[in-house]
């Protein structure tokens, strides 16, 4: 078949300098016509060509479907639904009110909050001998060593006066 090195190139596609340098280094077998016309037989053609080339309207269309579905496939591939973690709201960890929490208390986070200080601070207080500030610690279960600390009206105020007190 008769082709320009455009033409070939399109079919390959690649750039027409690159098959005018496949025809100077023979690396395909192109007999020069005239100008830019060659001939060029089609099954020396096949290995360039990045899939089949049909020439039917039909063929085409039947081999274009082929790749669709090739595409597809590959696309299904890539987003098949892998686990992901549901995106939550953040929440506060020490906001919840536990069961055995005593009536009339409030929690140590609840003060820590009232007080403008930080939930740890607090507690370094609370559990500091020296400081005095009594409060109830109620085991948590299962938790071995930690204890969910509570306050009642009275030791609320007794550690409001004494941070008043100490307050830099």
């Not at 027409?16 to 830019?36: D, F, P, S, Y």
């Not at 085409?60 to 082929?66: G, H, K, Q, T, V």
């Not at 009536?103 to 200080?117: H, K, N, P, V």
């Amino acid at each position: 078949m008769q082709l320009t090195t455009l033409e070939i190139a399109q079919r390959c596609q690649r750039t027409e300098r690159t098959v005018q340098r496949w025809i100077q280094h023979n690396t395909i077998k192109a007999l020069h016509i005239q100008g830019n016309l060659y001939e060029v037989d089609e099954d020396d053609l096949q290995r360039f060509l990045p899939h089949e080339v049909v020439d039917s309207l039909s063929e085409r269309i039947s081999a274009l479907e082929d790749r669709v579905h090739t595409l597809e496939g590959l696309v299904s591939q890539l987003t098949t639904h892998t686990p992901v973690r549901r995106l939550t709201a953040p929440r506060a960890v020490y906001e919840h009110k536990t069961a055995s929490q005593p009536e009339g208390t409030i929690t140590l986070q609840a003060l820590a909050d009232e007080l403008g200080i930080n939930r740890r601070t607090l507690l370094d207080h609370v559990r500091n001998p020296e400081k005095h500030l009594e409060h109830i610690a109620i085991p948590k279960p299962g938790r071995p060593g930690e204890h969910e600390r509570y306050f009642t009206e009275e030791q609320v105020t007794a550690v409001k006066d004494w941070h008043a007190a100490h307050k830099h």
